[in-house]
């Protein structure tokens, strides 16, 4: 589940685009980056923002929005993978580096927070079945196990203002769109400084 998450991050090497191939340089990469990722088989949705540093420094901040309880409780399907009443925070920093047009980095998390609010989460505390499968999910998130493993990713293509970038499991494949943080969808980078602001996380 922990590469899973941190597949929403940024990525490597040869880009196709349109019909010429480019290599891609560090350049490239440096900057901030808002990449959004949808599990379906899993039913989770992450939006990662990304800071690539010159020196070779990052910071990830990981949202991850969680459907499996909620459709479990009502039974409902997923309008929307990036809005959930089970949201979690993982902050990340490491270092990345591009080589032989393969990107790769290592991340140590910060912090990991519940970003759930006040009414749900009493809501929670109110079902012993809620409680104790929220305190699983939250134990798989905030699990620091093979975070000492290094992050590959792959291109798949740039796209305006960004790029797609492919996770490659053994039996199955993410894909994540990166795009510039200021050519971000304005309603979803505010939803996340609202969530940051009333949870009192800098």
Not at 163 to 187: G, M, N, P, W
């Amino acid at each position: 589940m922990k590469k899973l998450i941190l597949a929403s991050l940024s990525c490597v090497l040869l880009i196709a685009c349109s019909n010429s191939t480019k290599q891609v340089t560090a350049n490239d990469l440096v900057g901030e980056w808002s990449c959004t990722a949808e599990y379906k088989d899993l039913g989770v949705g992450t939006v990662d923002l990304l800071k690539l540093d010159a020196n070779g420094s990052m910071k990830d901040e990981n949202y991850i929005f969680d459907h499996q309880l909620s459709s479990i409780t009502f039974n409902k399907p997923i309008n929307d993978y990036f809005s959930s009443p089970f949201k979690y925070l993982r902050i990340n920093k490491g270092k990345w580096h591009l080589e032989n047009n393969q990107l790769t980095y290592n991340l140590t998390p910060v912090s990991f927070k519940r970003i759930i609010f006040h009414d749900v989460w009493e809501n929670i505390q109110q079902s012993d079945f809620l409680k104790r499968e929220e305190a699983k999910i939250f134990n798989i998130y905030s699990s620091t196990q093979g975070n000492d493993e290094p992050i590959k990713l792959e291109f798949k293509r740039f796209i305006k203002n960004g790029f797609i970038v492919t996770q490659k499991l053994a039996d199955r494949s993410y894909d994540s769109i990166c795009t510039s943080k200021r050519a971000a969808k304005f309603e979803v980078s505010e939803r996340l400084e609202i969530y940051k602001q009333m949870h009192n996380i800098k």
